[in-house]
């Protein structure tokens, strides 16, 4: 079966780094996606990755390793606006995206 | 960027009424549109894909009587929640697929609360 496994919660800091992992087991790999999501709405496009490494944006980072099926989301300099649900999304060889549950980040002052 | 609409942001229903709920690609042409649901702290739940001109293909579990999609053009995919009940009560977010296979854009969701 296809399975996206990523942690339910995190605490961090503002101002702090905070690293969100994310395993994957799925048929086919067309690429990883990383959303954010605030209460009440729709998903916004983070960060894609589909070959291995890490890709820079500005406080955001991802990184992707293929072999072990495993990628996370870096986010720096924590800001209060930064709470918000992290969804990580795998393509499948169908181009269909399995979702991830979702790992909610509570920033604190 | 591409974007996509919904329309109703919230809506409020009767249990037992229909509801639809449209879906946009207001700047470029979505031959694919998908529809999830996502119920409270929980992820989404692809319901269906849809696909300009043919008929949508339903994930396991999703009534296609119940919920009627359309995708009649290019640039619009309706979802309609046939005789609504509260447990249909939920957060629809509709994506539209882009030129590349591996873009995906989503809408801003629609509220659905059924009394």
């Known amino acids: 079966g296809q399975n996206i496994d990523q942690p339910t919660e995190m605490t961090a800091t503002e101002g702090a780094i905070v690293q969100i992992n994310c395993t994957y087991q799925t048929s086919g790999f067309n690429g990883l996606f990383w959303y954010q999501q605030h209460a009440g709405e729709a998903p916004t496009f983070l960060s894609y990755?589909?070959l291995d490494g890490l890709e820079e944006k500005g406080r955001f980072s991802s990184f992707l390793s293929r072999s072990k099926g495993y990628s996370y989301l870096l986010l720096k300099e924590l800001q209060m606006k930064d709470s918000a649900s992290y969804l990580c999304a795998v393509m499948d060889s169908n181009y269909q995206l399995i979702w991830g549950a979702g790992t909610k980040l509570i920033i604190k002052p | 960027g591409a974007v996509v609409s919904q329309h109703p942001s919230r809506v409020i229903c009767k249990s037992g009424t229909s509801v639809k709920i449209e879906c946009r690609s207001l700047?470029?042409?979505?031959?694919?549109m998908f529809w999830y649901r996502q119920f409270p702290k929980q992820s989404l739940m692809l319901m269906a894909t849809s696909n300009e001109g043919s008929k949508a293909t339903y994930e396991q579990g999703v009534e296609k009587d119940k919920f009627l999609i359309n995708h009649a053009s290019l640039t619009l995919s309706t979802l309609t929640v046939t005789s609504a009940h509260p447990e249909d009560s939920s957060f629809y977010i509709c994506?539209?697929?882009?030129?590349?296979?591996?873009?995906?854009?989503f809408g801003p969701g629609t509220r659905l609360t059924v009394l």
């Open positions: 990755n589909v």
């Open positions: 994506s539209a697929r882009g030129q590349a296979d591996n873009e995906q854009f």
């Open positions: 700047d470029f042409q979505a031959t694919t």
